[in-house]
């Protein structure tokens, strides 16, 4: 079955600086790879997701990169603020997370230092 | 627009008891996949339903179960429950089941 590592599992950056989460996973059939945010008490926020037929995928401050030949992918955070604290985690699916289900990293703690 | 609402948000049980979690996902939404969330496993796929169908299982032993509903609202069901299963239990709606998945706040169980 796919299997997705990330990291780092804690990173902290300075307010109004870029944050990266790295992501790598093992089942070249993966093609379909949504980031979640969440916070303390309440259900992973999908922020943004990209298919394996597109490179790059941007959402204001949040992007998404995708290298299919080495099987890794990052979220990148520009301009980071307080509100983007949070625990961050990766996922691929090759199905669109449907009937196999979405296999998760294990998640990223996401400190912005005022 | 009303987001996926998970009932009861908390539940304590004694173990060998079973229980019921319940999900209603997004208007439309006619996809409804199950994740458990717990500090040293992550989130791990259980089940996912779509039009009353399942149509896959993750590697959960057979006291997990589900179904879903002809309104696509969701329970899933633990029977002889373990300590171990104390856990969050995060239900997710998708339209069709190929993306965009919209997670509720999950059910906070725990088992003594």
């Known amino acids: 079955g796919e299997n997705v590592e990330q990291h780092p599992s804690t990173l902290s950056v300075q307010e109004g600086d870029s944050a990266v989460i790295k992501c790598t996973y093992s089942?070249?059939?993966?093609?379909?790879f949504p980031w979640y945010k969440q916070e303390l008490g309440k259900g992973p926020q999908l922020i943004i997701d990209?298919?394996?037929?597109?490179g790059e995928k941007k959402d204001q401050r949040i992007a998404v990169t995708l290298n299919k030949t080495a099987k890794h992918f990052s979220l990148h955070i520009t301009e980071t603020q307080p509100e983007d604290s949070a625990v961050y985690f990766c996922?691929?699916?090759?199905?669109?997370?449907?009937?196999?289900?979405?296999?998760f990293g294990k998640g990223t703690h996401l400190i912005i230092q005022p | 627009k009303a987001g996926v609402t998970q009932t009861p948000r908390y539940l304590i049980k004694t173990r060998g008891q079973q229980v019921t979690l319940s999900c209603s996902p997004i208007?439309?939404?006619?996809?409804v996949s199950w994740y458990q969330q717990t500090p040293g496993q992550g989130l791990q796929f259980l089940f996912e339903?779509?039009?009353?169908?399942?149509?896959n299982k993750g590697n959960f032993p057979g006291r997990f179960s589900g179904r879903q509903f002809s309104n696509s609202r969701s329970e899933m069901n633990v029977s002889t429950l373990e300590l171990g299963d104390s856990a969050l239990y995060l239900c997710?709606?998708?339209?069709?089941?190929?993306?965009?998945?919209?997670f509720g706040s999950g059910t906070r169980l725990t088992v003594v």
């Open positions: 997710a709606s998708s339209i069709r089941g190929l993306d965009g998945y919209t």
């Open positions: 089942d070249s059939a993966s093609n379909y």
């Open positions: 990209i298919r394996s037929n597109v």
């Open positions: 996922a691929a699916s090759n199905s669109g997370g449907g009937a196999d289900g979405l296999t």
């Open positions: 208007s439309g939404h006619r996809s």
């Open positions: 339903y779509f039009s009353e169908t399942q149509r």
